[in-house]
């Protein structure tokens, strides 16, 4: 038998030419694909954040069925019967931790004399940095804001004994409001409280948004509009020790923070808004929407578009003229 022999032909290799080539298109390739990837992953967070405000909002809704329709009470410094602690707040274990679970206690320990809050899992907005809780209860949602010595009596929004103007800056509501897929019950908020025993030597794990927003200011300057919250009272908190370091609030200080919303998150990464910059609310009706800091501003006049209701009031507190 004979075989037959098979010429060898030499083998052909990759000019550096095609190699370069070939290296250029895979970086046009990723350069066209990474922002995509961002933007959706970046998108992906801002659903997951809606979908954490909206079992928030419906927990809310629970707690109103269990009490008159009323929302949970935000007072400082009162004793709470039940506990026998300080505060009575929305977001307290004895309030929202009946409809919620707890998933980050790291907020006020055990053996504090206020009460623990509710922190973690759907208390969480993914891009809130070293996130404990993101988010806040509408001011004028509270079902008591105040307690009058003089009468022994709590007082409601709108009819606080120690300040005659708030009455003109809104007035409170219940779960039964009128247009409640227009008037917000919680927001995004600032992370303005450190997790307990945080220092300078043993940074935070944990930030924590305050109970309420929303009490001072025009409805339009709560948005950021015109000069926007300049009263330092609207951030107080642990933020400002510049020894512990504001993860989110770099830079800023409690008269220029502005606006109690962080619009930043979603859409804008300047500090401390920007009119592209978006947040997440739930509205009292259970909805969730998303809406960009242009979007309720009017940014010629500063006032509120009315998009989102602070509380019924808005239109009178902002155009008092008109009415």
């Not at 019967?81 to 679970?101: A, I, N």
């Not at 019950?185 to 600032?190: T, Y």
């Not at 020894?243 to 609030?249: Q, V």
Request: hydrophobic share 40%; glycine share 10%.
């Amino acid at each position: 038998m004979t075989r037959s022999v098979q010429p060898e032909y030499p083998r052909r290799a990759f000019t550096l030419i095609e190699l370069l080539v070939v290296v250029a298109v895979i970086s046009i390739l990723i350069g066209i694909l990474l922002p995509a990837l961002s933007k959706a992953r970046r998108s992906g967070m801002t659903t997951k954040c809606a979908s954490n405000l909206h079992q928030l909002v419906i927990a809310l809704t629970a707690y109103t069925s269990d009490f008159d329709m009323k929302f949970p009470p935000n007072l400082d410094r009162i004793r709470d019967t039940e506990t026998g602690k300080s505060g009575m707040w929305w977001y307290d274990v004895p309030r929202l931790g009946r409809y919620m679970p707890q998933f980050d206690d790291s907020n006020l320990n055990f053996n504090n004399v206020k009460n623990q809050t509710v922190g973690g899992g759907s208390m969480m907005c993914p891009e809130h940095p070293l996130a404990g809780r993101s988010y806040a209860m509408n001011y004028w949602a509270s079902s008591a804001t105040k307690y009058d010595v003089s009468t022994g009596t709590f007082a409601t929004p709108g009819r606080n004994p120690r300040d005659a103007a708030e009455s003109e800056r809104g007035k409170g509501f219940d779960g039964t409001v009128g247009r409640a897929s227009d008037v917000m019950l919680v927001a995004e908020a600032w992370g303005l409280f450190f997790n307990e025993g945080a220092s300078a030597a043993n940074p935070p794990k944990a930030w924590f948004a305050a109970a309420d927003i929303g009490d001072l200011g025009k409805p339009g300057q709560r948005w950021g509009g015109g000069t926007g919250i300049t009263d330092a009272a609207a951030f107080a908190g642990q933020w400002v020790n510049s020894s512990i370091g504001a993860i989110e609030m770099k830079g800023l200080t409690r008269t220029t923070v502005k606006t109690y919303v962080p619009f930043y998150r979603h859409g804008a990464r300047e500090l401390p808004l920007h009119v592209d910059g978006a947040a997440n609310f739930g509205m009292v009706d259970g909805s969730v929407r998303v809406y960009r800091q242009r979007e309720l501003v009017d940014q010629a006049t500063g006032k509120t578009t009315l998009r989102i209701l602070w509380s019924t009031y808005d239109k009178d507190a902002e155009f008092p003229s008109e009415n």
